[in-house]
T-cell receptor
């Protein structure tokens, strides 16, 4: 089981501010993911990384950007927050295994409210 | 196309009774994994149970079991002896190849409420 951490847990911020959502894991997992989820709805993949210096966009278009400079750290940045960015953001990680055998473990999530 | 369908938006169950949450999937690939996650109101996604497409037996983890019917493409979650703490959203997910890589595809979720 992965230990995966996200900060902040809750964030209320004004329009136009730059924000960074932090995600870190202590299990040495190569793969990390960011999902966006509106309340009570399904999760949508917005970014993923298969290792250091590797990042890809997910299925849902997002104005956020990510970086992967260290294995354990996968921060997500919004340069200029807007009310449409209000959502929950969930970070996940998994170890490299044969594709369909991988289990993703999730962090506690960050609930973002942009006023 | 890869797809997960959960047809029950909400379910009620009496405490200590068993409940089945439905999940059907669609994929043409023979290699896939099926997962169930629990999401309490606090927001985190908790991994519950996994079933691989080549597994011969249904997966079990404590009070959770997965009723895997491959021919019907269903992977229902059974929770035995429901507890109040089981009240949460439950998501079925499938890991299958999409555009040459494996991705986790989620259903729309089922909200379970356990009554005392």
């Amino acid at each position: 089981e992965a230990d995966i951490y996200q900060t902040p847990r809750y964030l209320v911020i004004g329009t136009g501010k730059k924000i960074t959502l932090e995600c870190s894991q202590t299990m040495g997992h190569d793969k990390m993911y960011w999902y966006q989820q509106d309340p009570g709805m399904e999760l949508h993949l917005i970014h993923y990384s298969y290792g250091v210096n590797s990042t890809e966009k997910g299925d849902l278009s997002s104005e956020s950007t990510v970086s992967r400079i260290r294995t354990e750290h996968f921060p997500l940045t919004l340069e200029s927050a807007r009310p449409s960015h209000t959502s929950q953001y969930l970070c996940a990680s998994s170890e490299s295994r044969t594709g369909f055998l991988e289990t993703q473990y999730f962090g506690p999530g960050t609930r973002l409210l942009v006023l | 196309a890869q797809k997960i369908t959960q047809t029950q938006p909400g379910m009620f169950v009496q405490e200590k009774e068993a409940v089945t949450l439905d999940c059907t999937y669609d994929t043409s690939d023979p290699s896939y994994g099926l997962f169930w996650y629990k999401q309490p109101s606090s927001g985190e996604m908790i991994f519950l149970i996994y079933q691989g497409s080549y597994d011969q037996q249904n997966a079990t983890e404590g009070r959770y079991s997965l009723n895997f019917q491959k021919a019907r493409k269903s992977a229902n979650l059974v929770i035995s002896a429901s507890q109040l703490g089981d009240s949460a959203m439950y998501f079925c997910a499938m890991r299958a190849p999409v555009d040459s890589s494996y991705k986790l595809i989620f259903g729309s979720g089922t909200r379970l409420l356990v009554r005392p």
